[in-house]
T-cell receptor, first 116, second 110 residues
Framework: SQTIHQWPATLVQPVGSPLSLECTVE??????LYWYRQAAGRGLQLLFY??????ISSEVPQNLSASRPQDRQFILSSKKLLLSDSGFYLC???????????????FGSGTRLTVV | GIQVEQSPPDLILQEGANSTLRCNFS?????LQWFHQNPWGQLINLFY???GTKQNGRLSATTVATERYSLLYISSSQTTDSGVYFC????????????FGAGTQVVVTP
């Protein structure tokens, strides 16, 4: 079965420090991978998505970057955190079945980041 | 981009009650999903329903694609149904990206 792992679960980081959040998927090949952020309140905002190794698309210009060094690994990074980077970060995957139709769409358990 | 509006924003139910959550979207979609976020933040996929009707236990969903809305029905609500319900949509050329609505916060009281 397909599973998605995301860590750490919670993180408190000082302003100006670097960030690295990791997400790995098991049980599927060539997934589409996504990073979403949920700020205080409820909405989820797509930050990055990737359709293959080394292929990253950014949805929102910001202080963050993403990388996909392996097929089932997706990393969210920052060189210097800002207070506004605080939030709940969620990784997700989906697999293209046929053009326009996507199987699954499963979220990881999330990382709650507080920048102080 | 596609606009997604959910209503109501908040809903308080007594255990055993039925409810309907609505999702309106501004353009044609081929991907519509309903999610439940529990109080610990975990998002669970409830339905993939770009059109038609599906049922899963006490939950069911209907999407009328031509009229650009979807409904999520909760019957005989239980306290475990509490949380935020999100509707999310995507289009053919969106690589699976989803545009989320703001959600409906549901509180089920004993």
């Amino acid at each position: 079965s397909q599973t998605i792992h995301q860590w750490p679960a919670t993180l408190v980081q000082p302003v100006g420090s670097p960030l690295s959040l990791e997400c790995t998927v098991e049980g599927t090949s060539n997934p589409n991978l996504y990073w979403y952020r949920q700020a205080a309140g409820r909405g989820l905002q797509l930050l990055f998505y990737s359709v293959g190794i080394g292929q990253i698309s950014s949805e929102v210009p910001q202080n963050l970057s993403a990388s996909r060094p392996q097929d089932r690994q997706f990393i969210l990074s920052s060189k210097k955190l800002l207070l506004s980077d605080s939030g709940f970060y969620l990784c997700a995957w989906s697999v293209l079945v046929t053009q326009g139709f996507f199987y699954g769409y499963t979220f990881g358990s999330g990382t709650r980041l507080t920048v102080v | 981009g596609i606009q997604v509006e959910q209503s109501p924003p908040d809903l308080i139910l007594q255990e055993g009650a039925n409810s309907t959550l609505r999702c309106n979207f501004s353009d044609s979609v081929n991907n519509l999903q309903w999610f439940h976020q529990n109080p610990w933040g975990q998002l669970i996929n409830l339905f993939y329903i770009p059109s038609g009707t599906k049922q899963n236990g006490r939950l069911s969903a209907t999407t009328v694609a031509t009229e650009r809305y979807s409904l999520l029905y909760i019957s005989s609500s239980q306290t475990t149904d509490s949380g935020v319900y999100f509707c999310a949509v995507g289009s053919t050329d969106s690589w699976g990206k989803l545009q989320f609505g703001a959600g409906t916060q549901v509180v089920v009281t004993p």
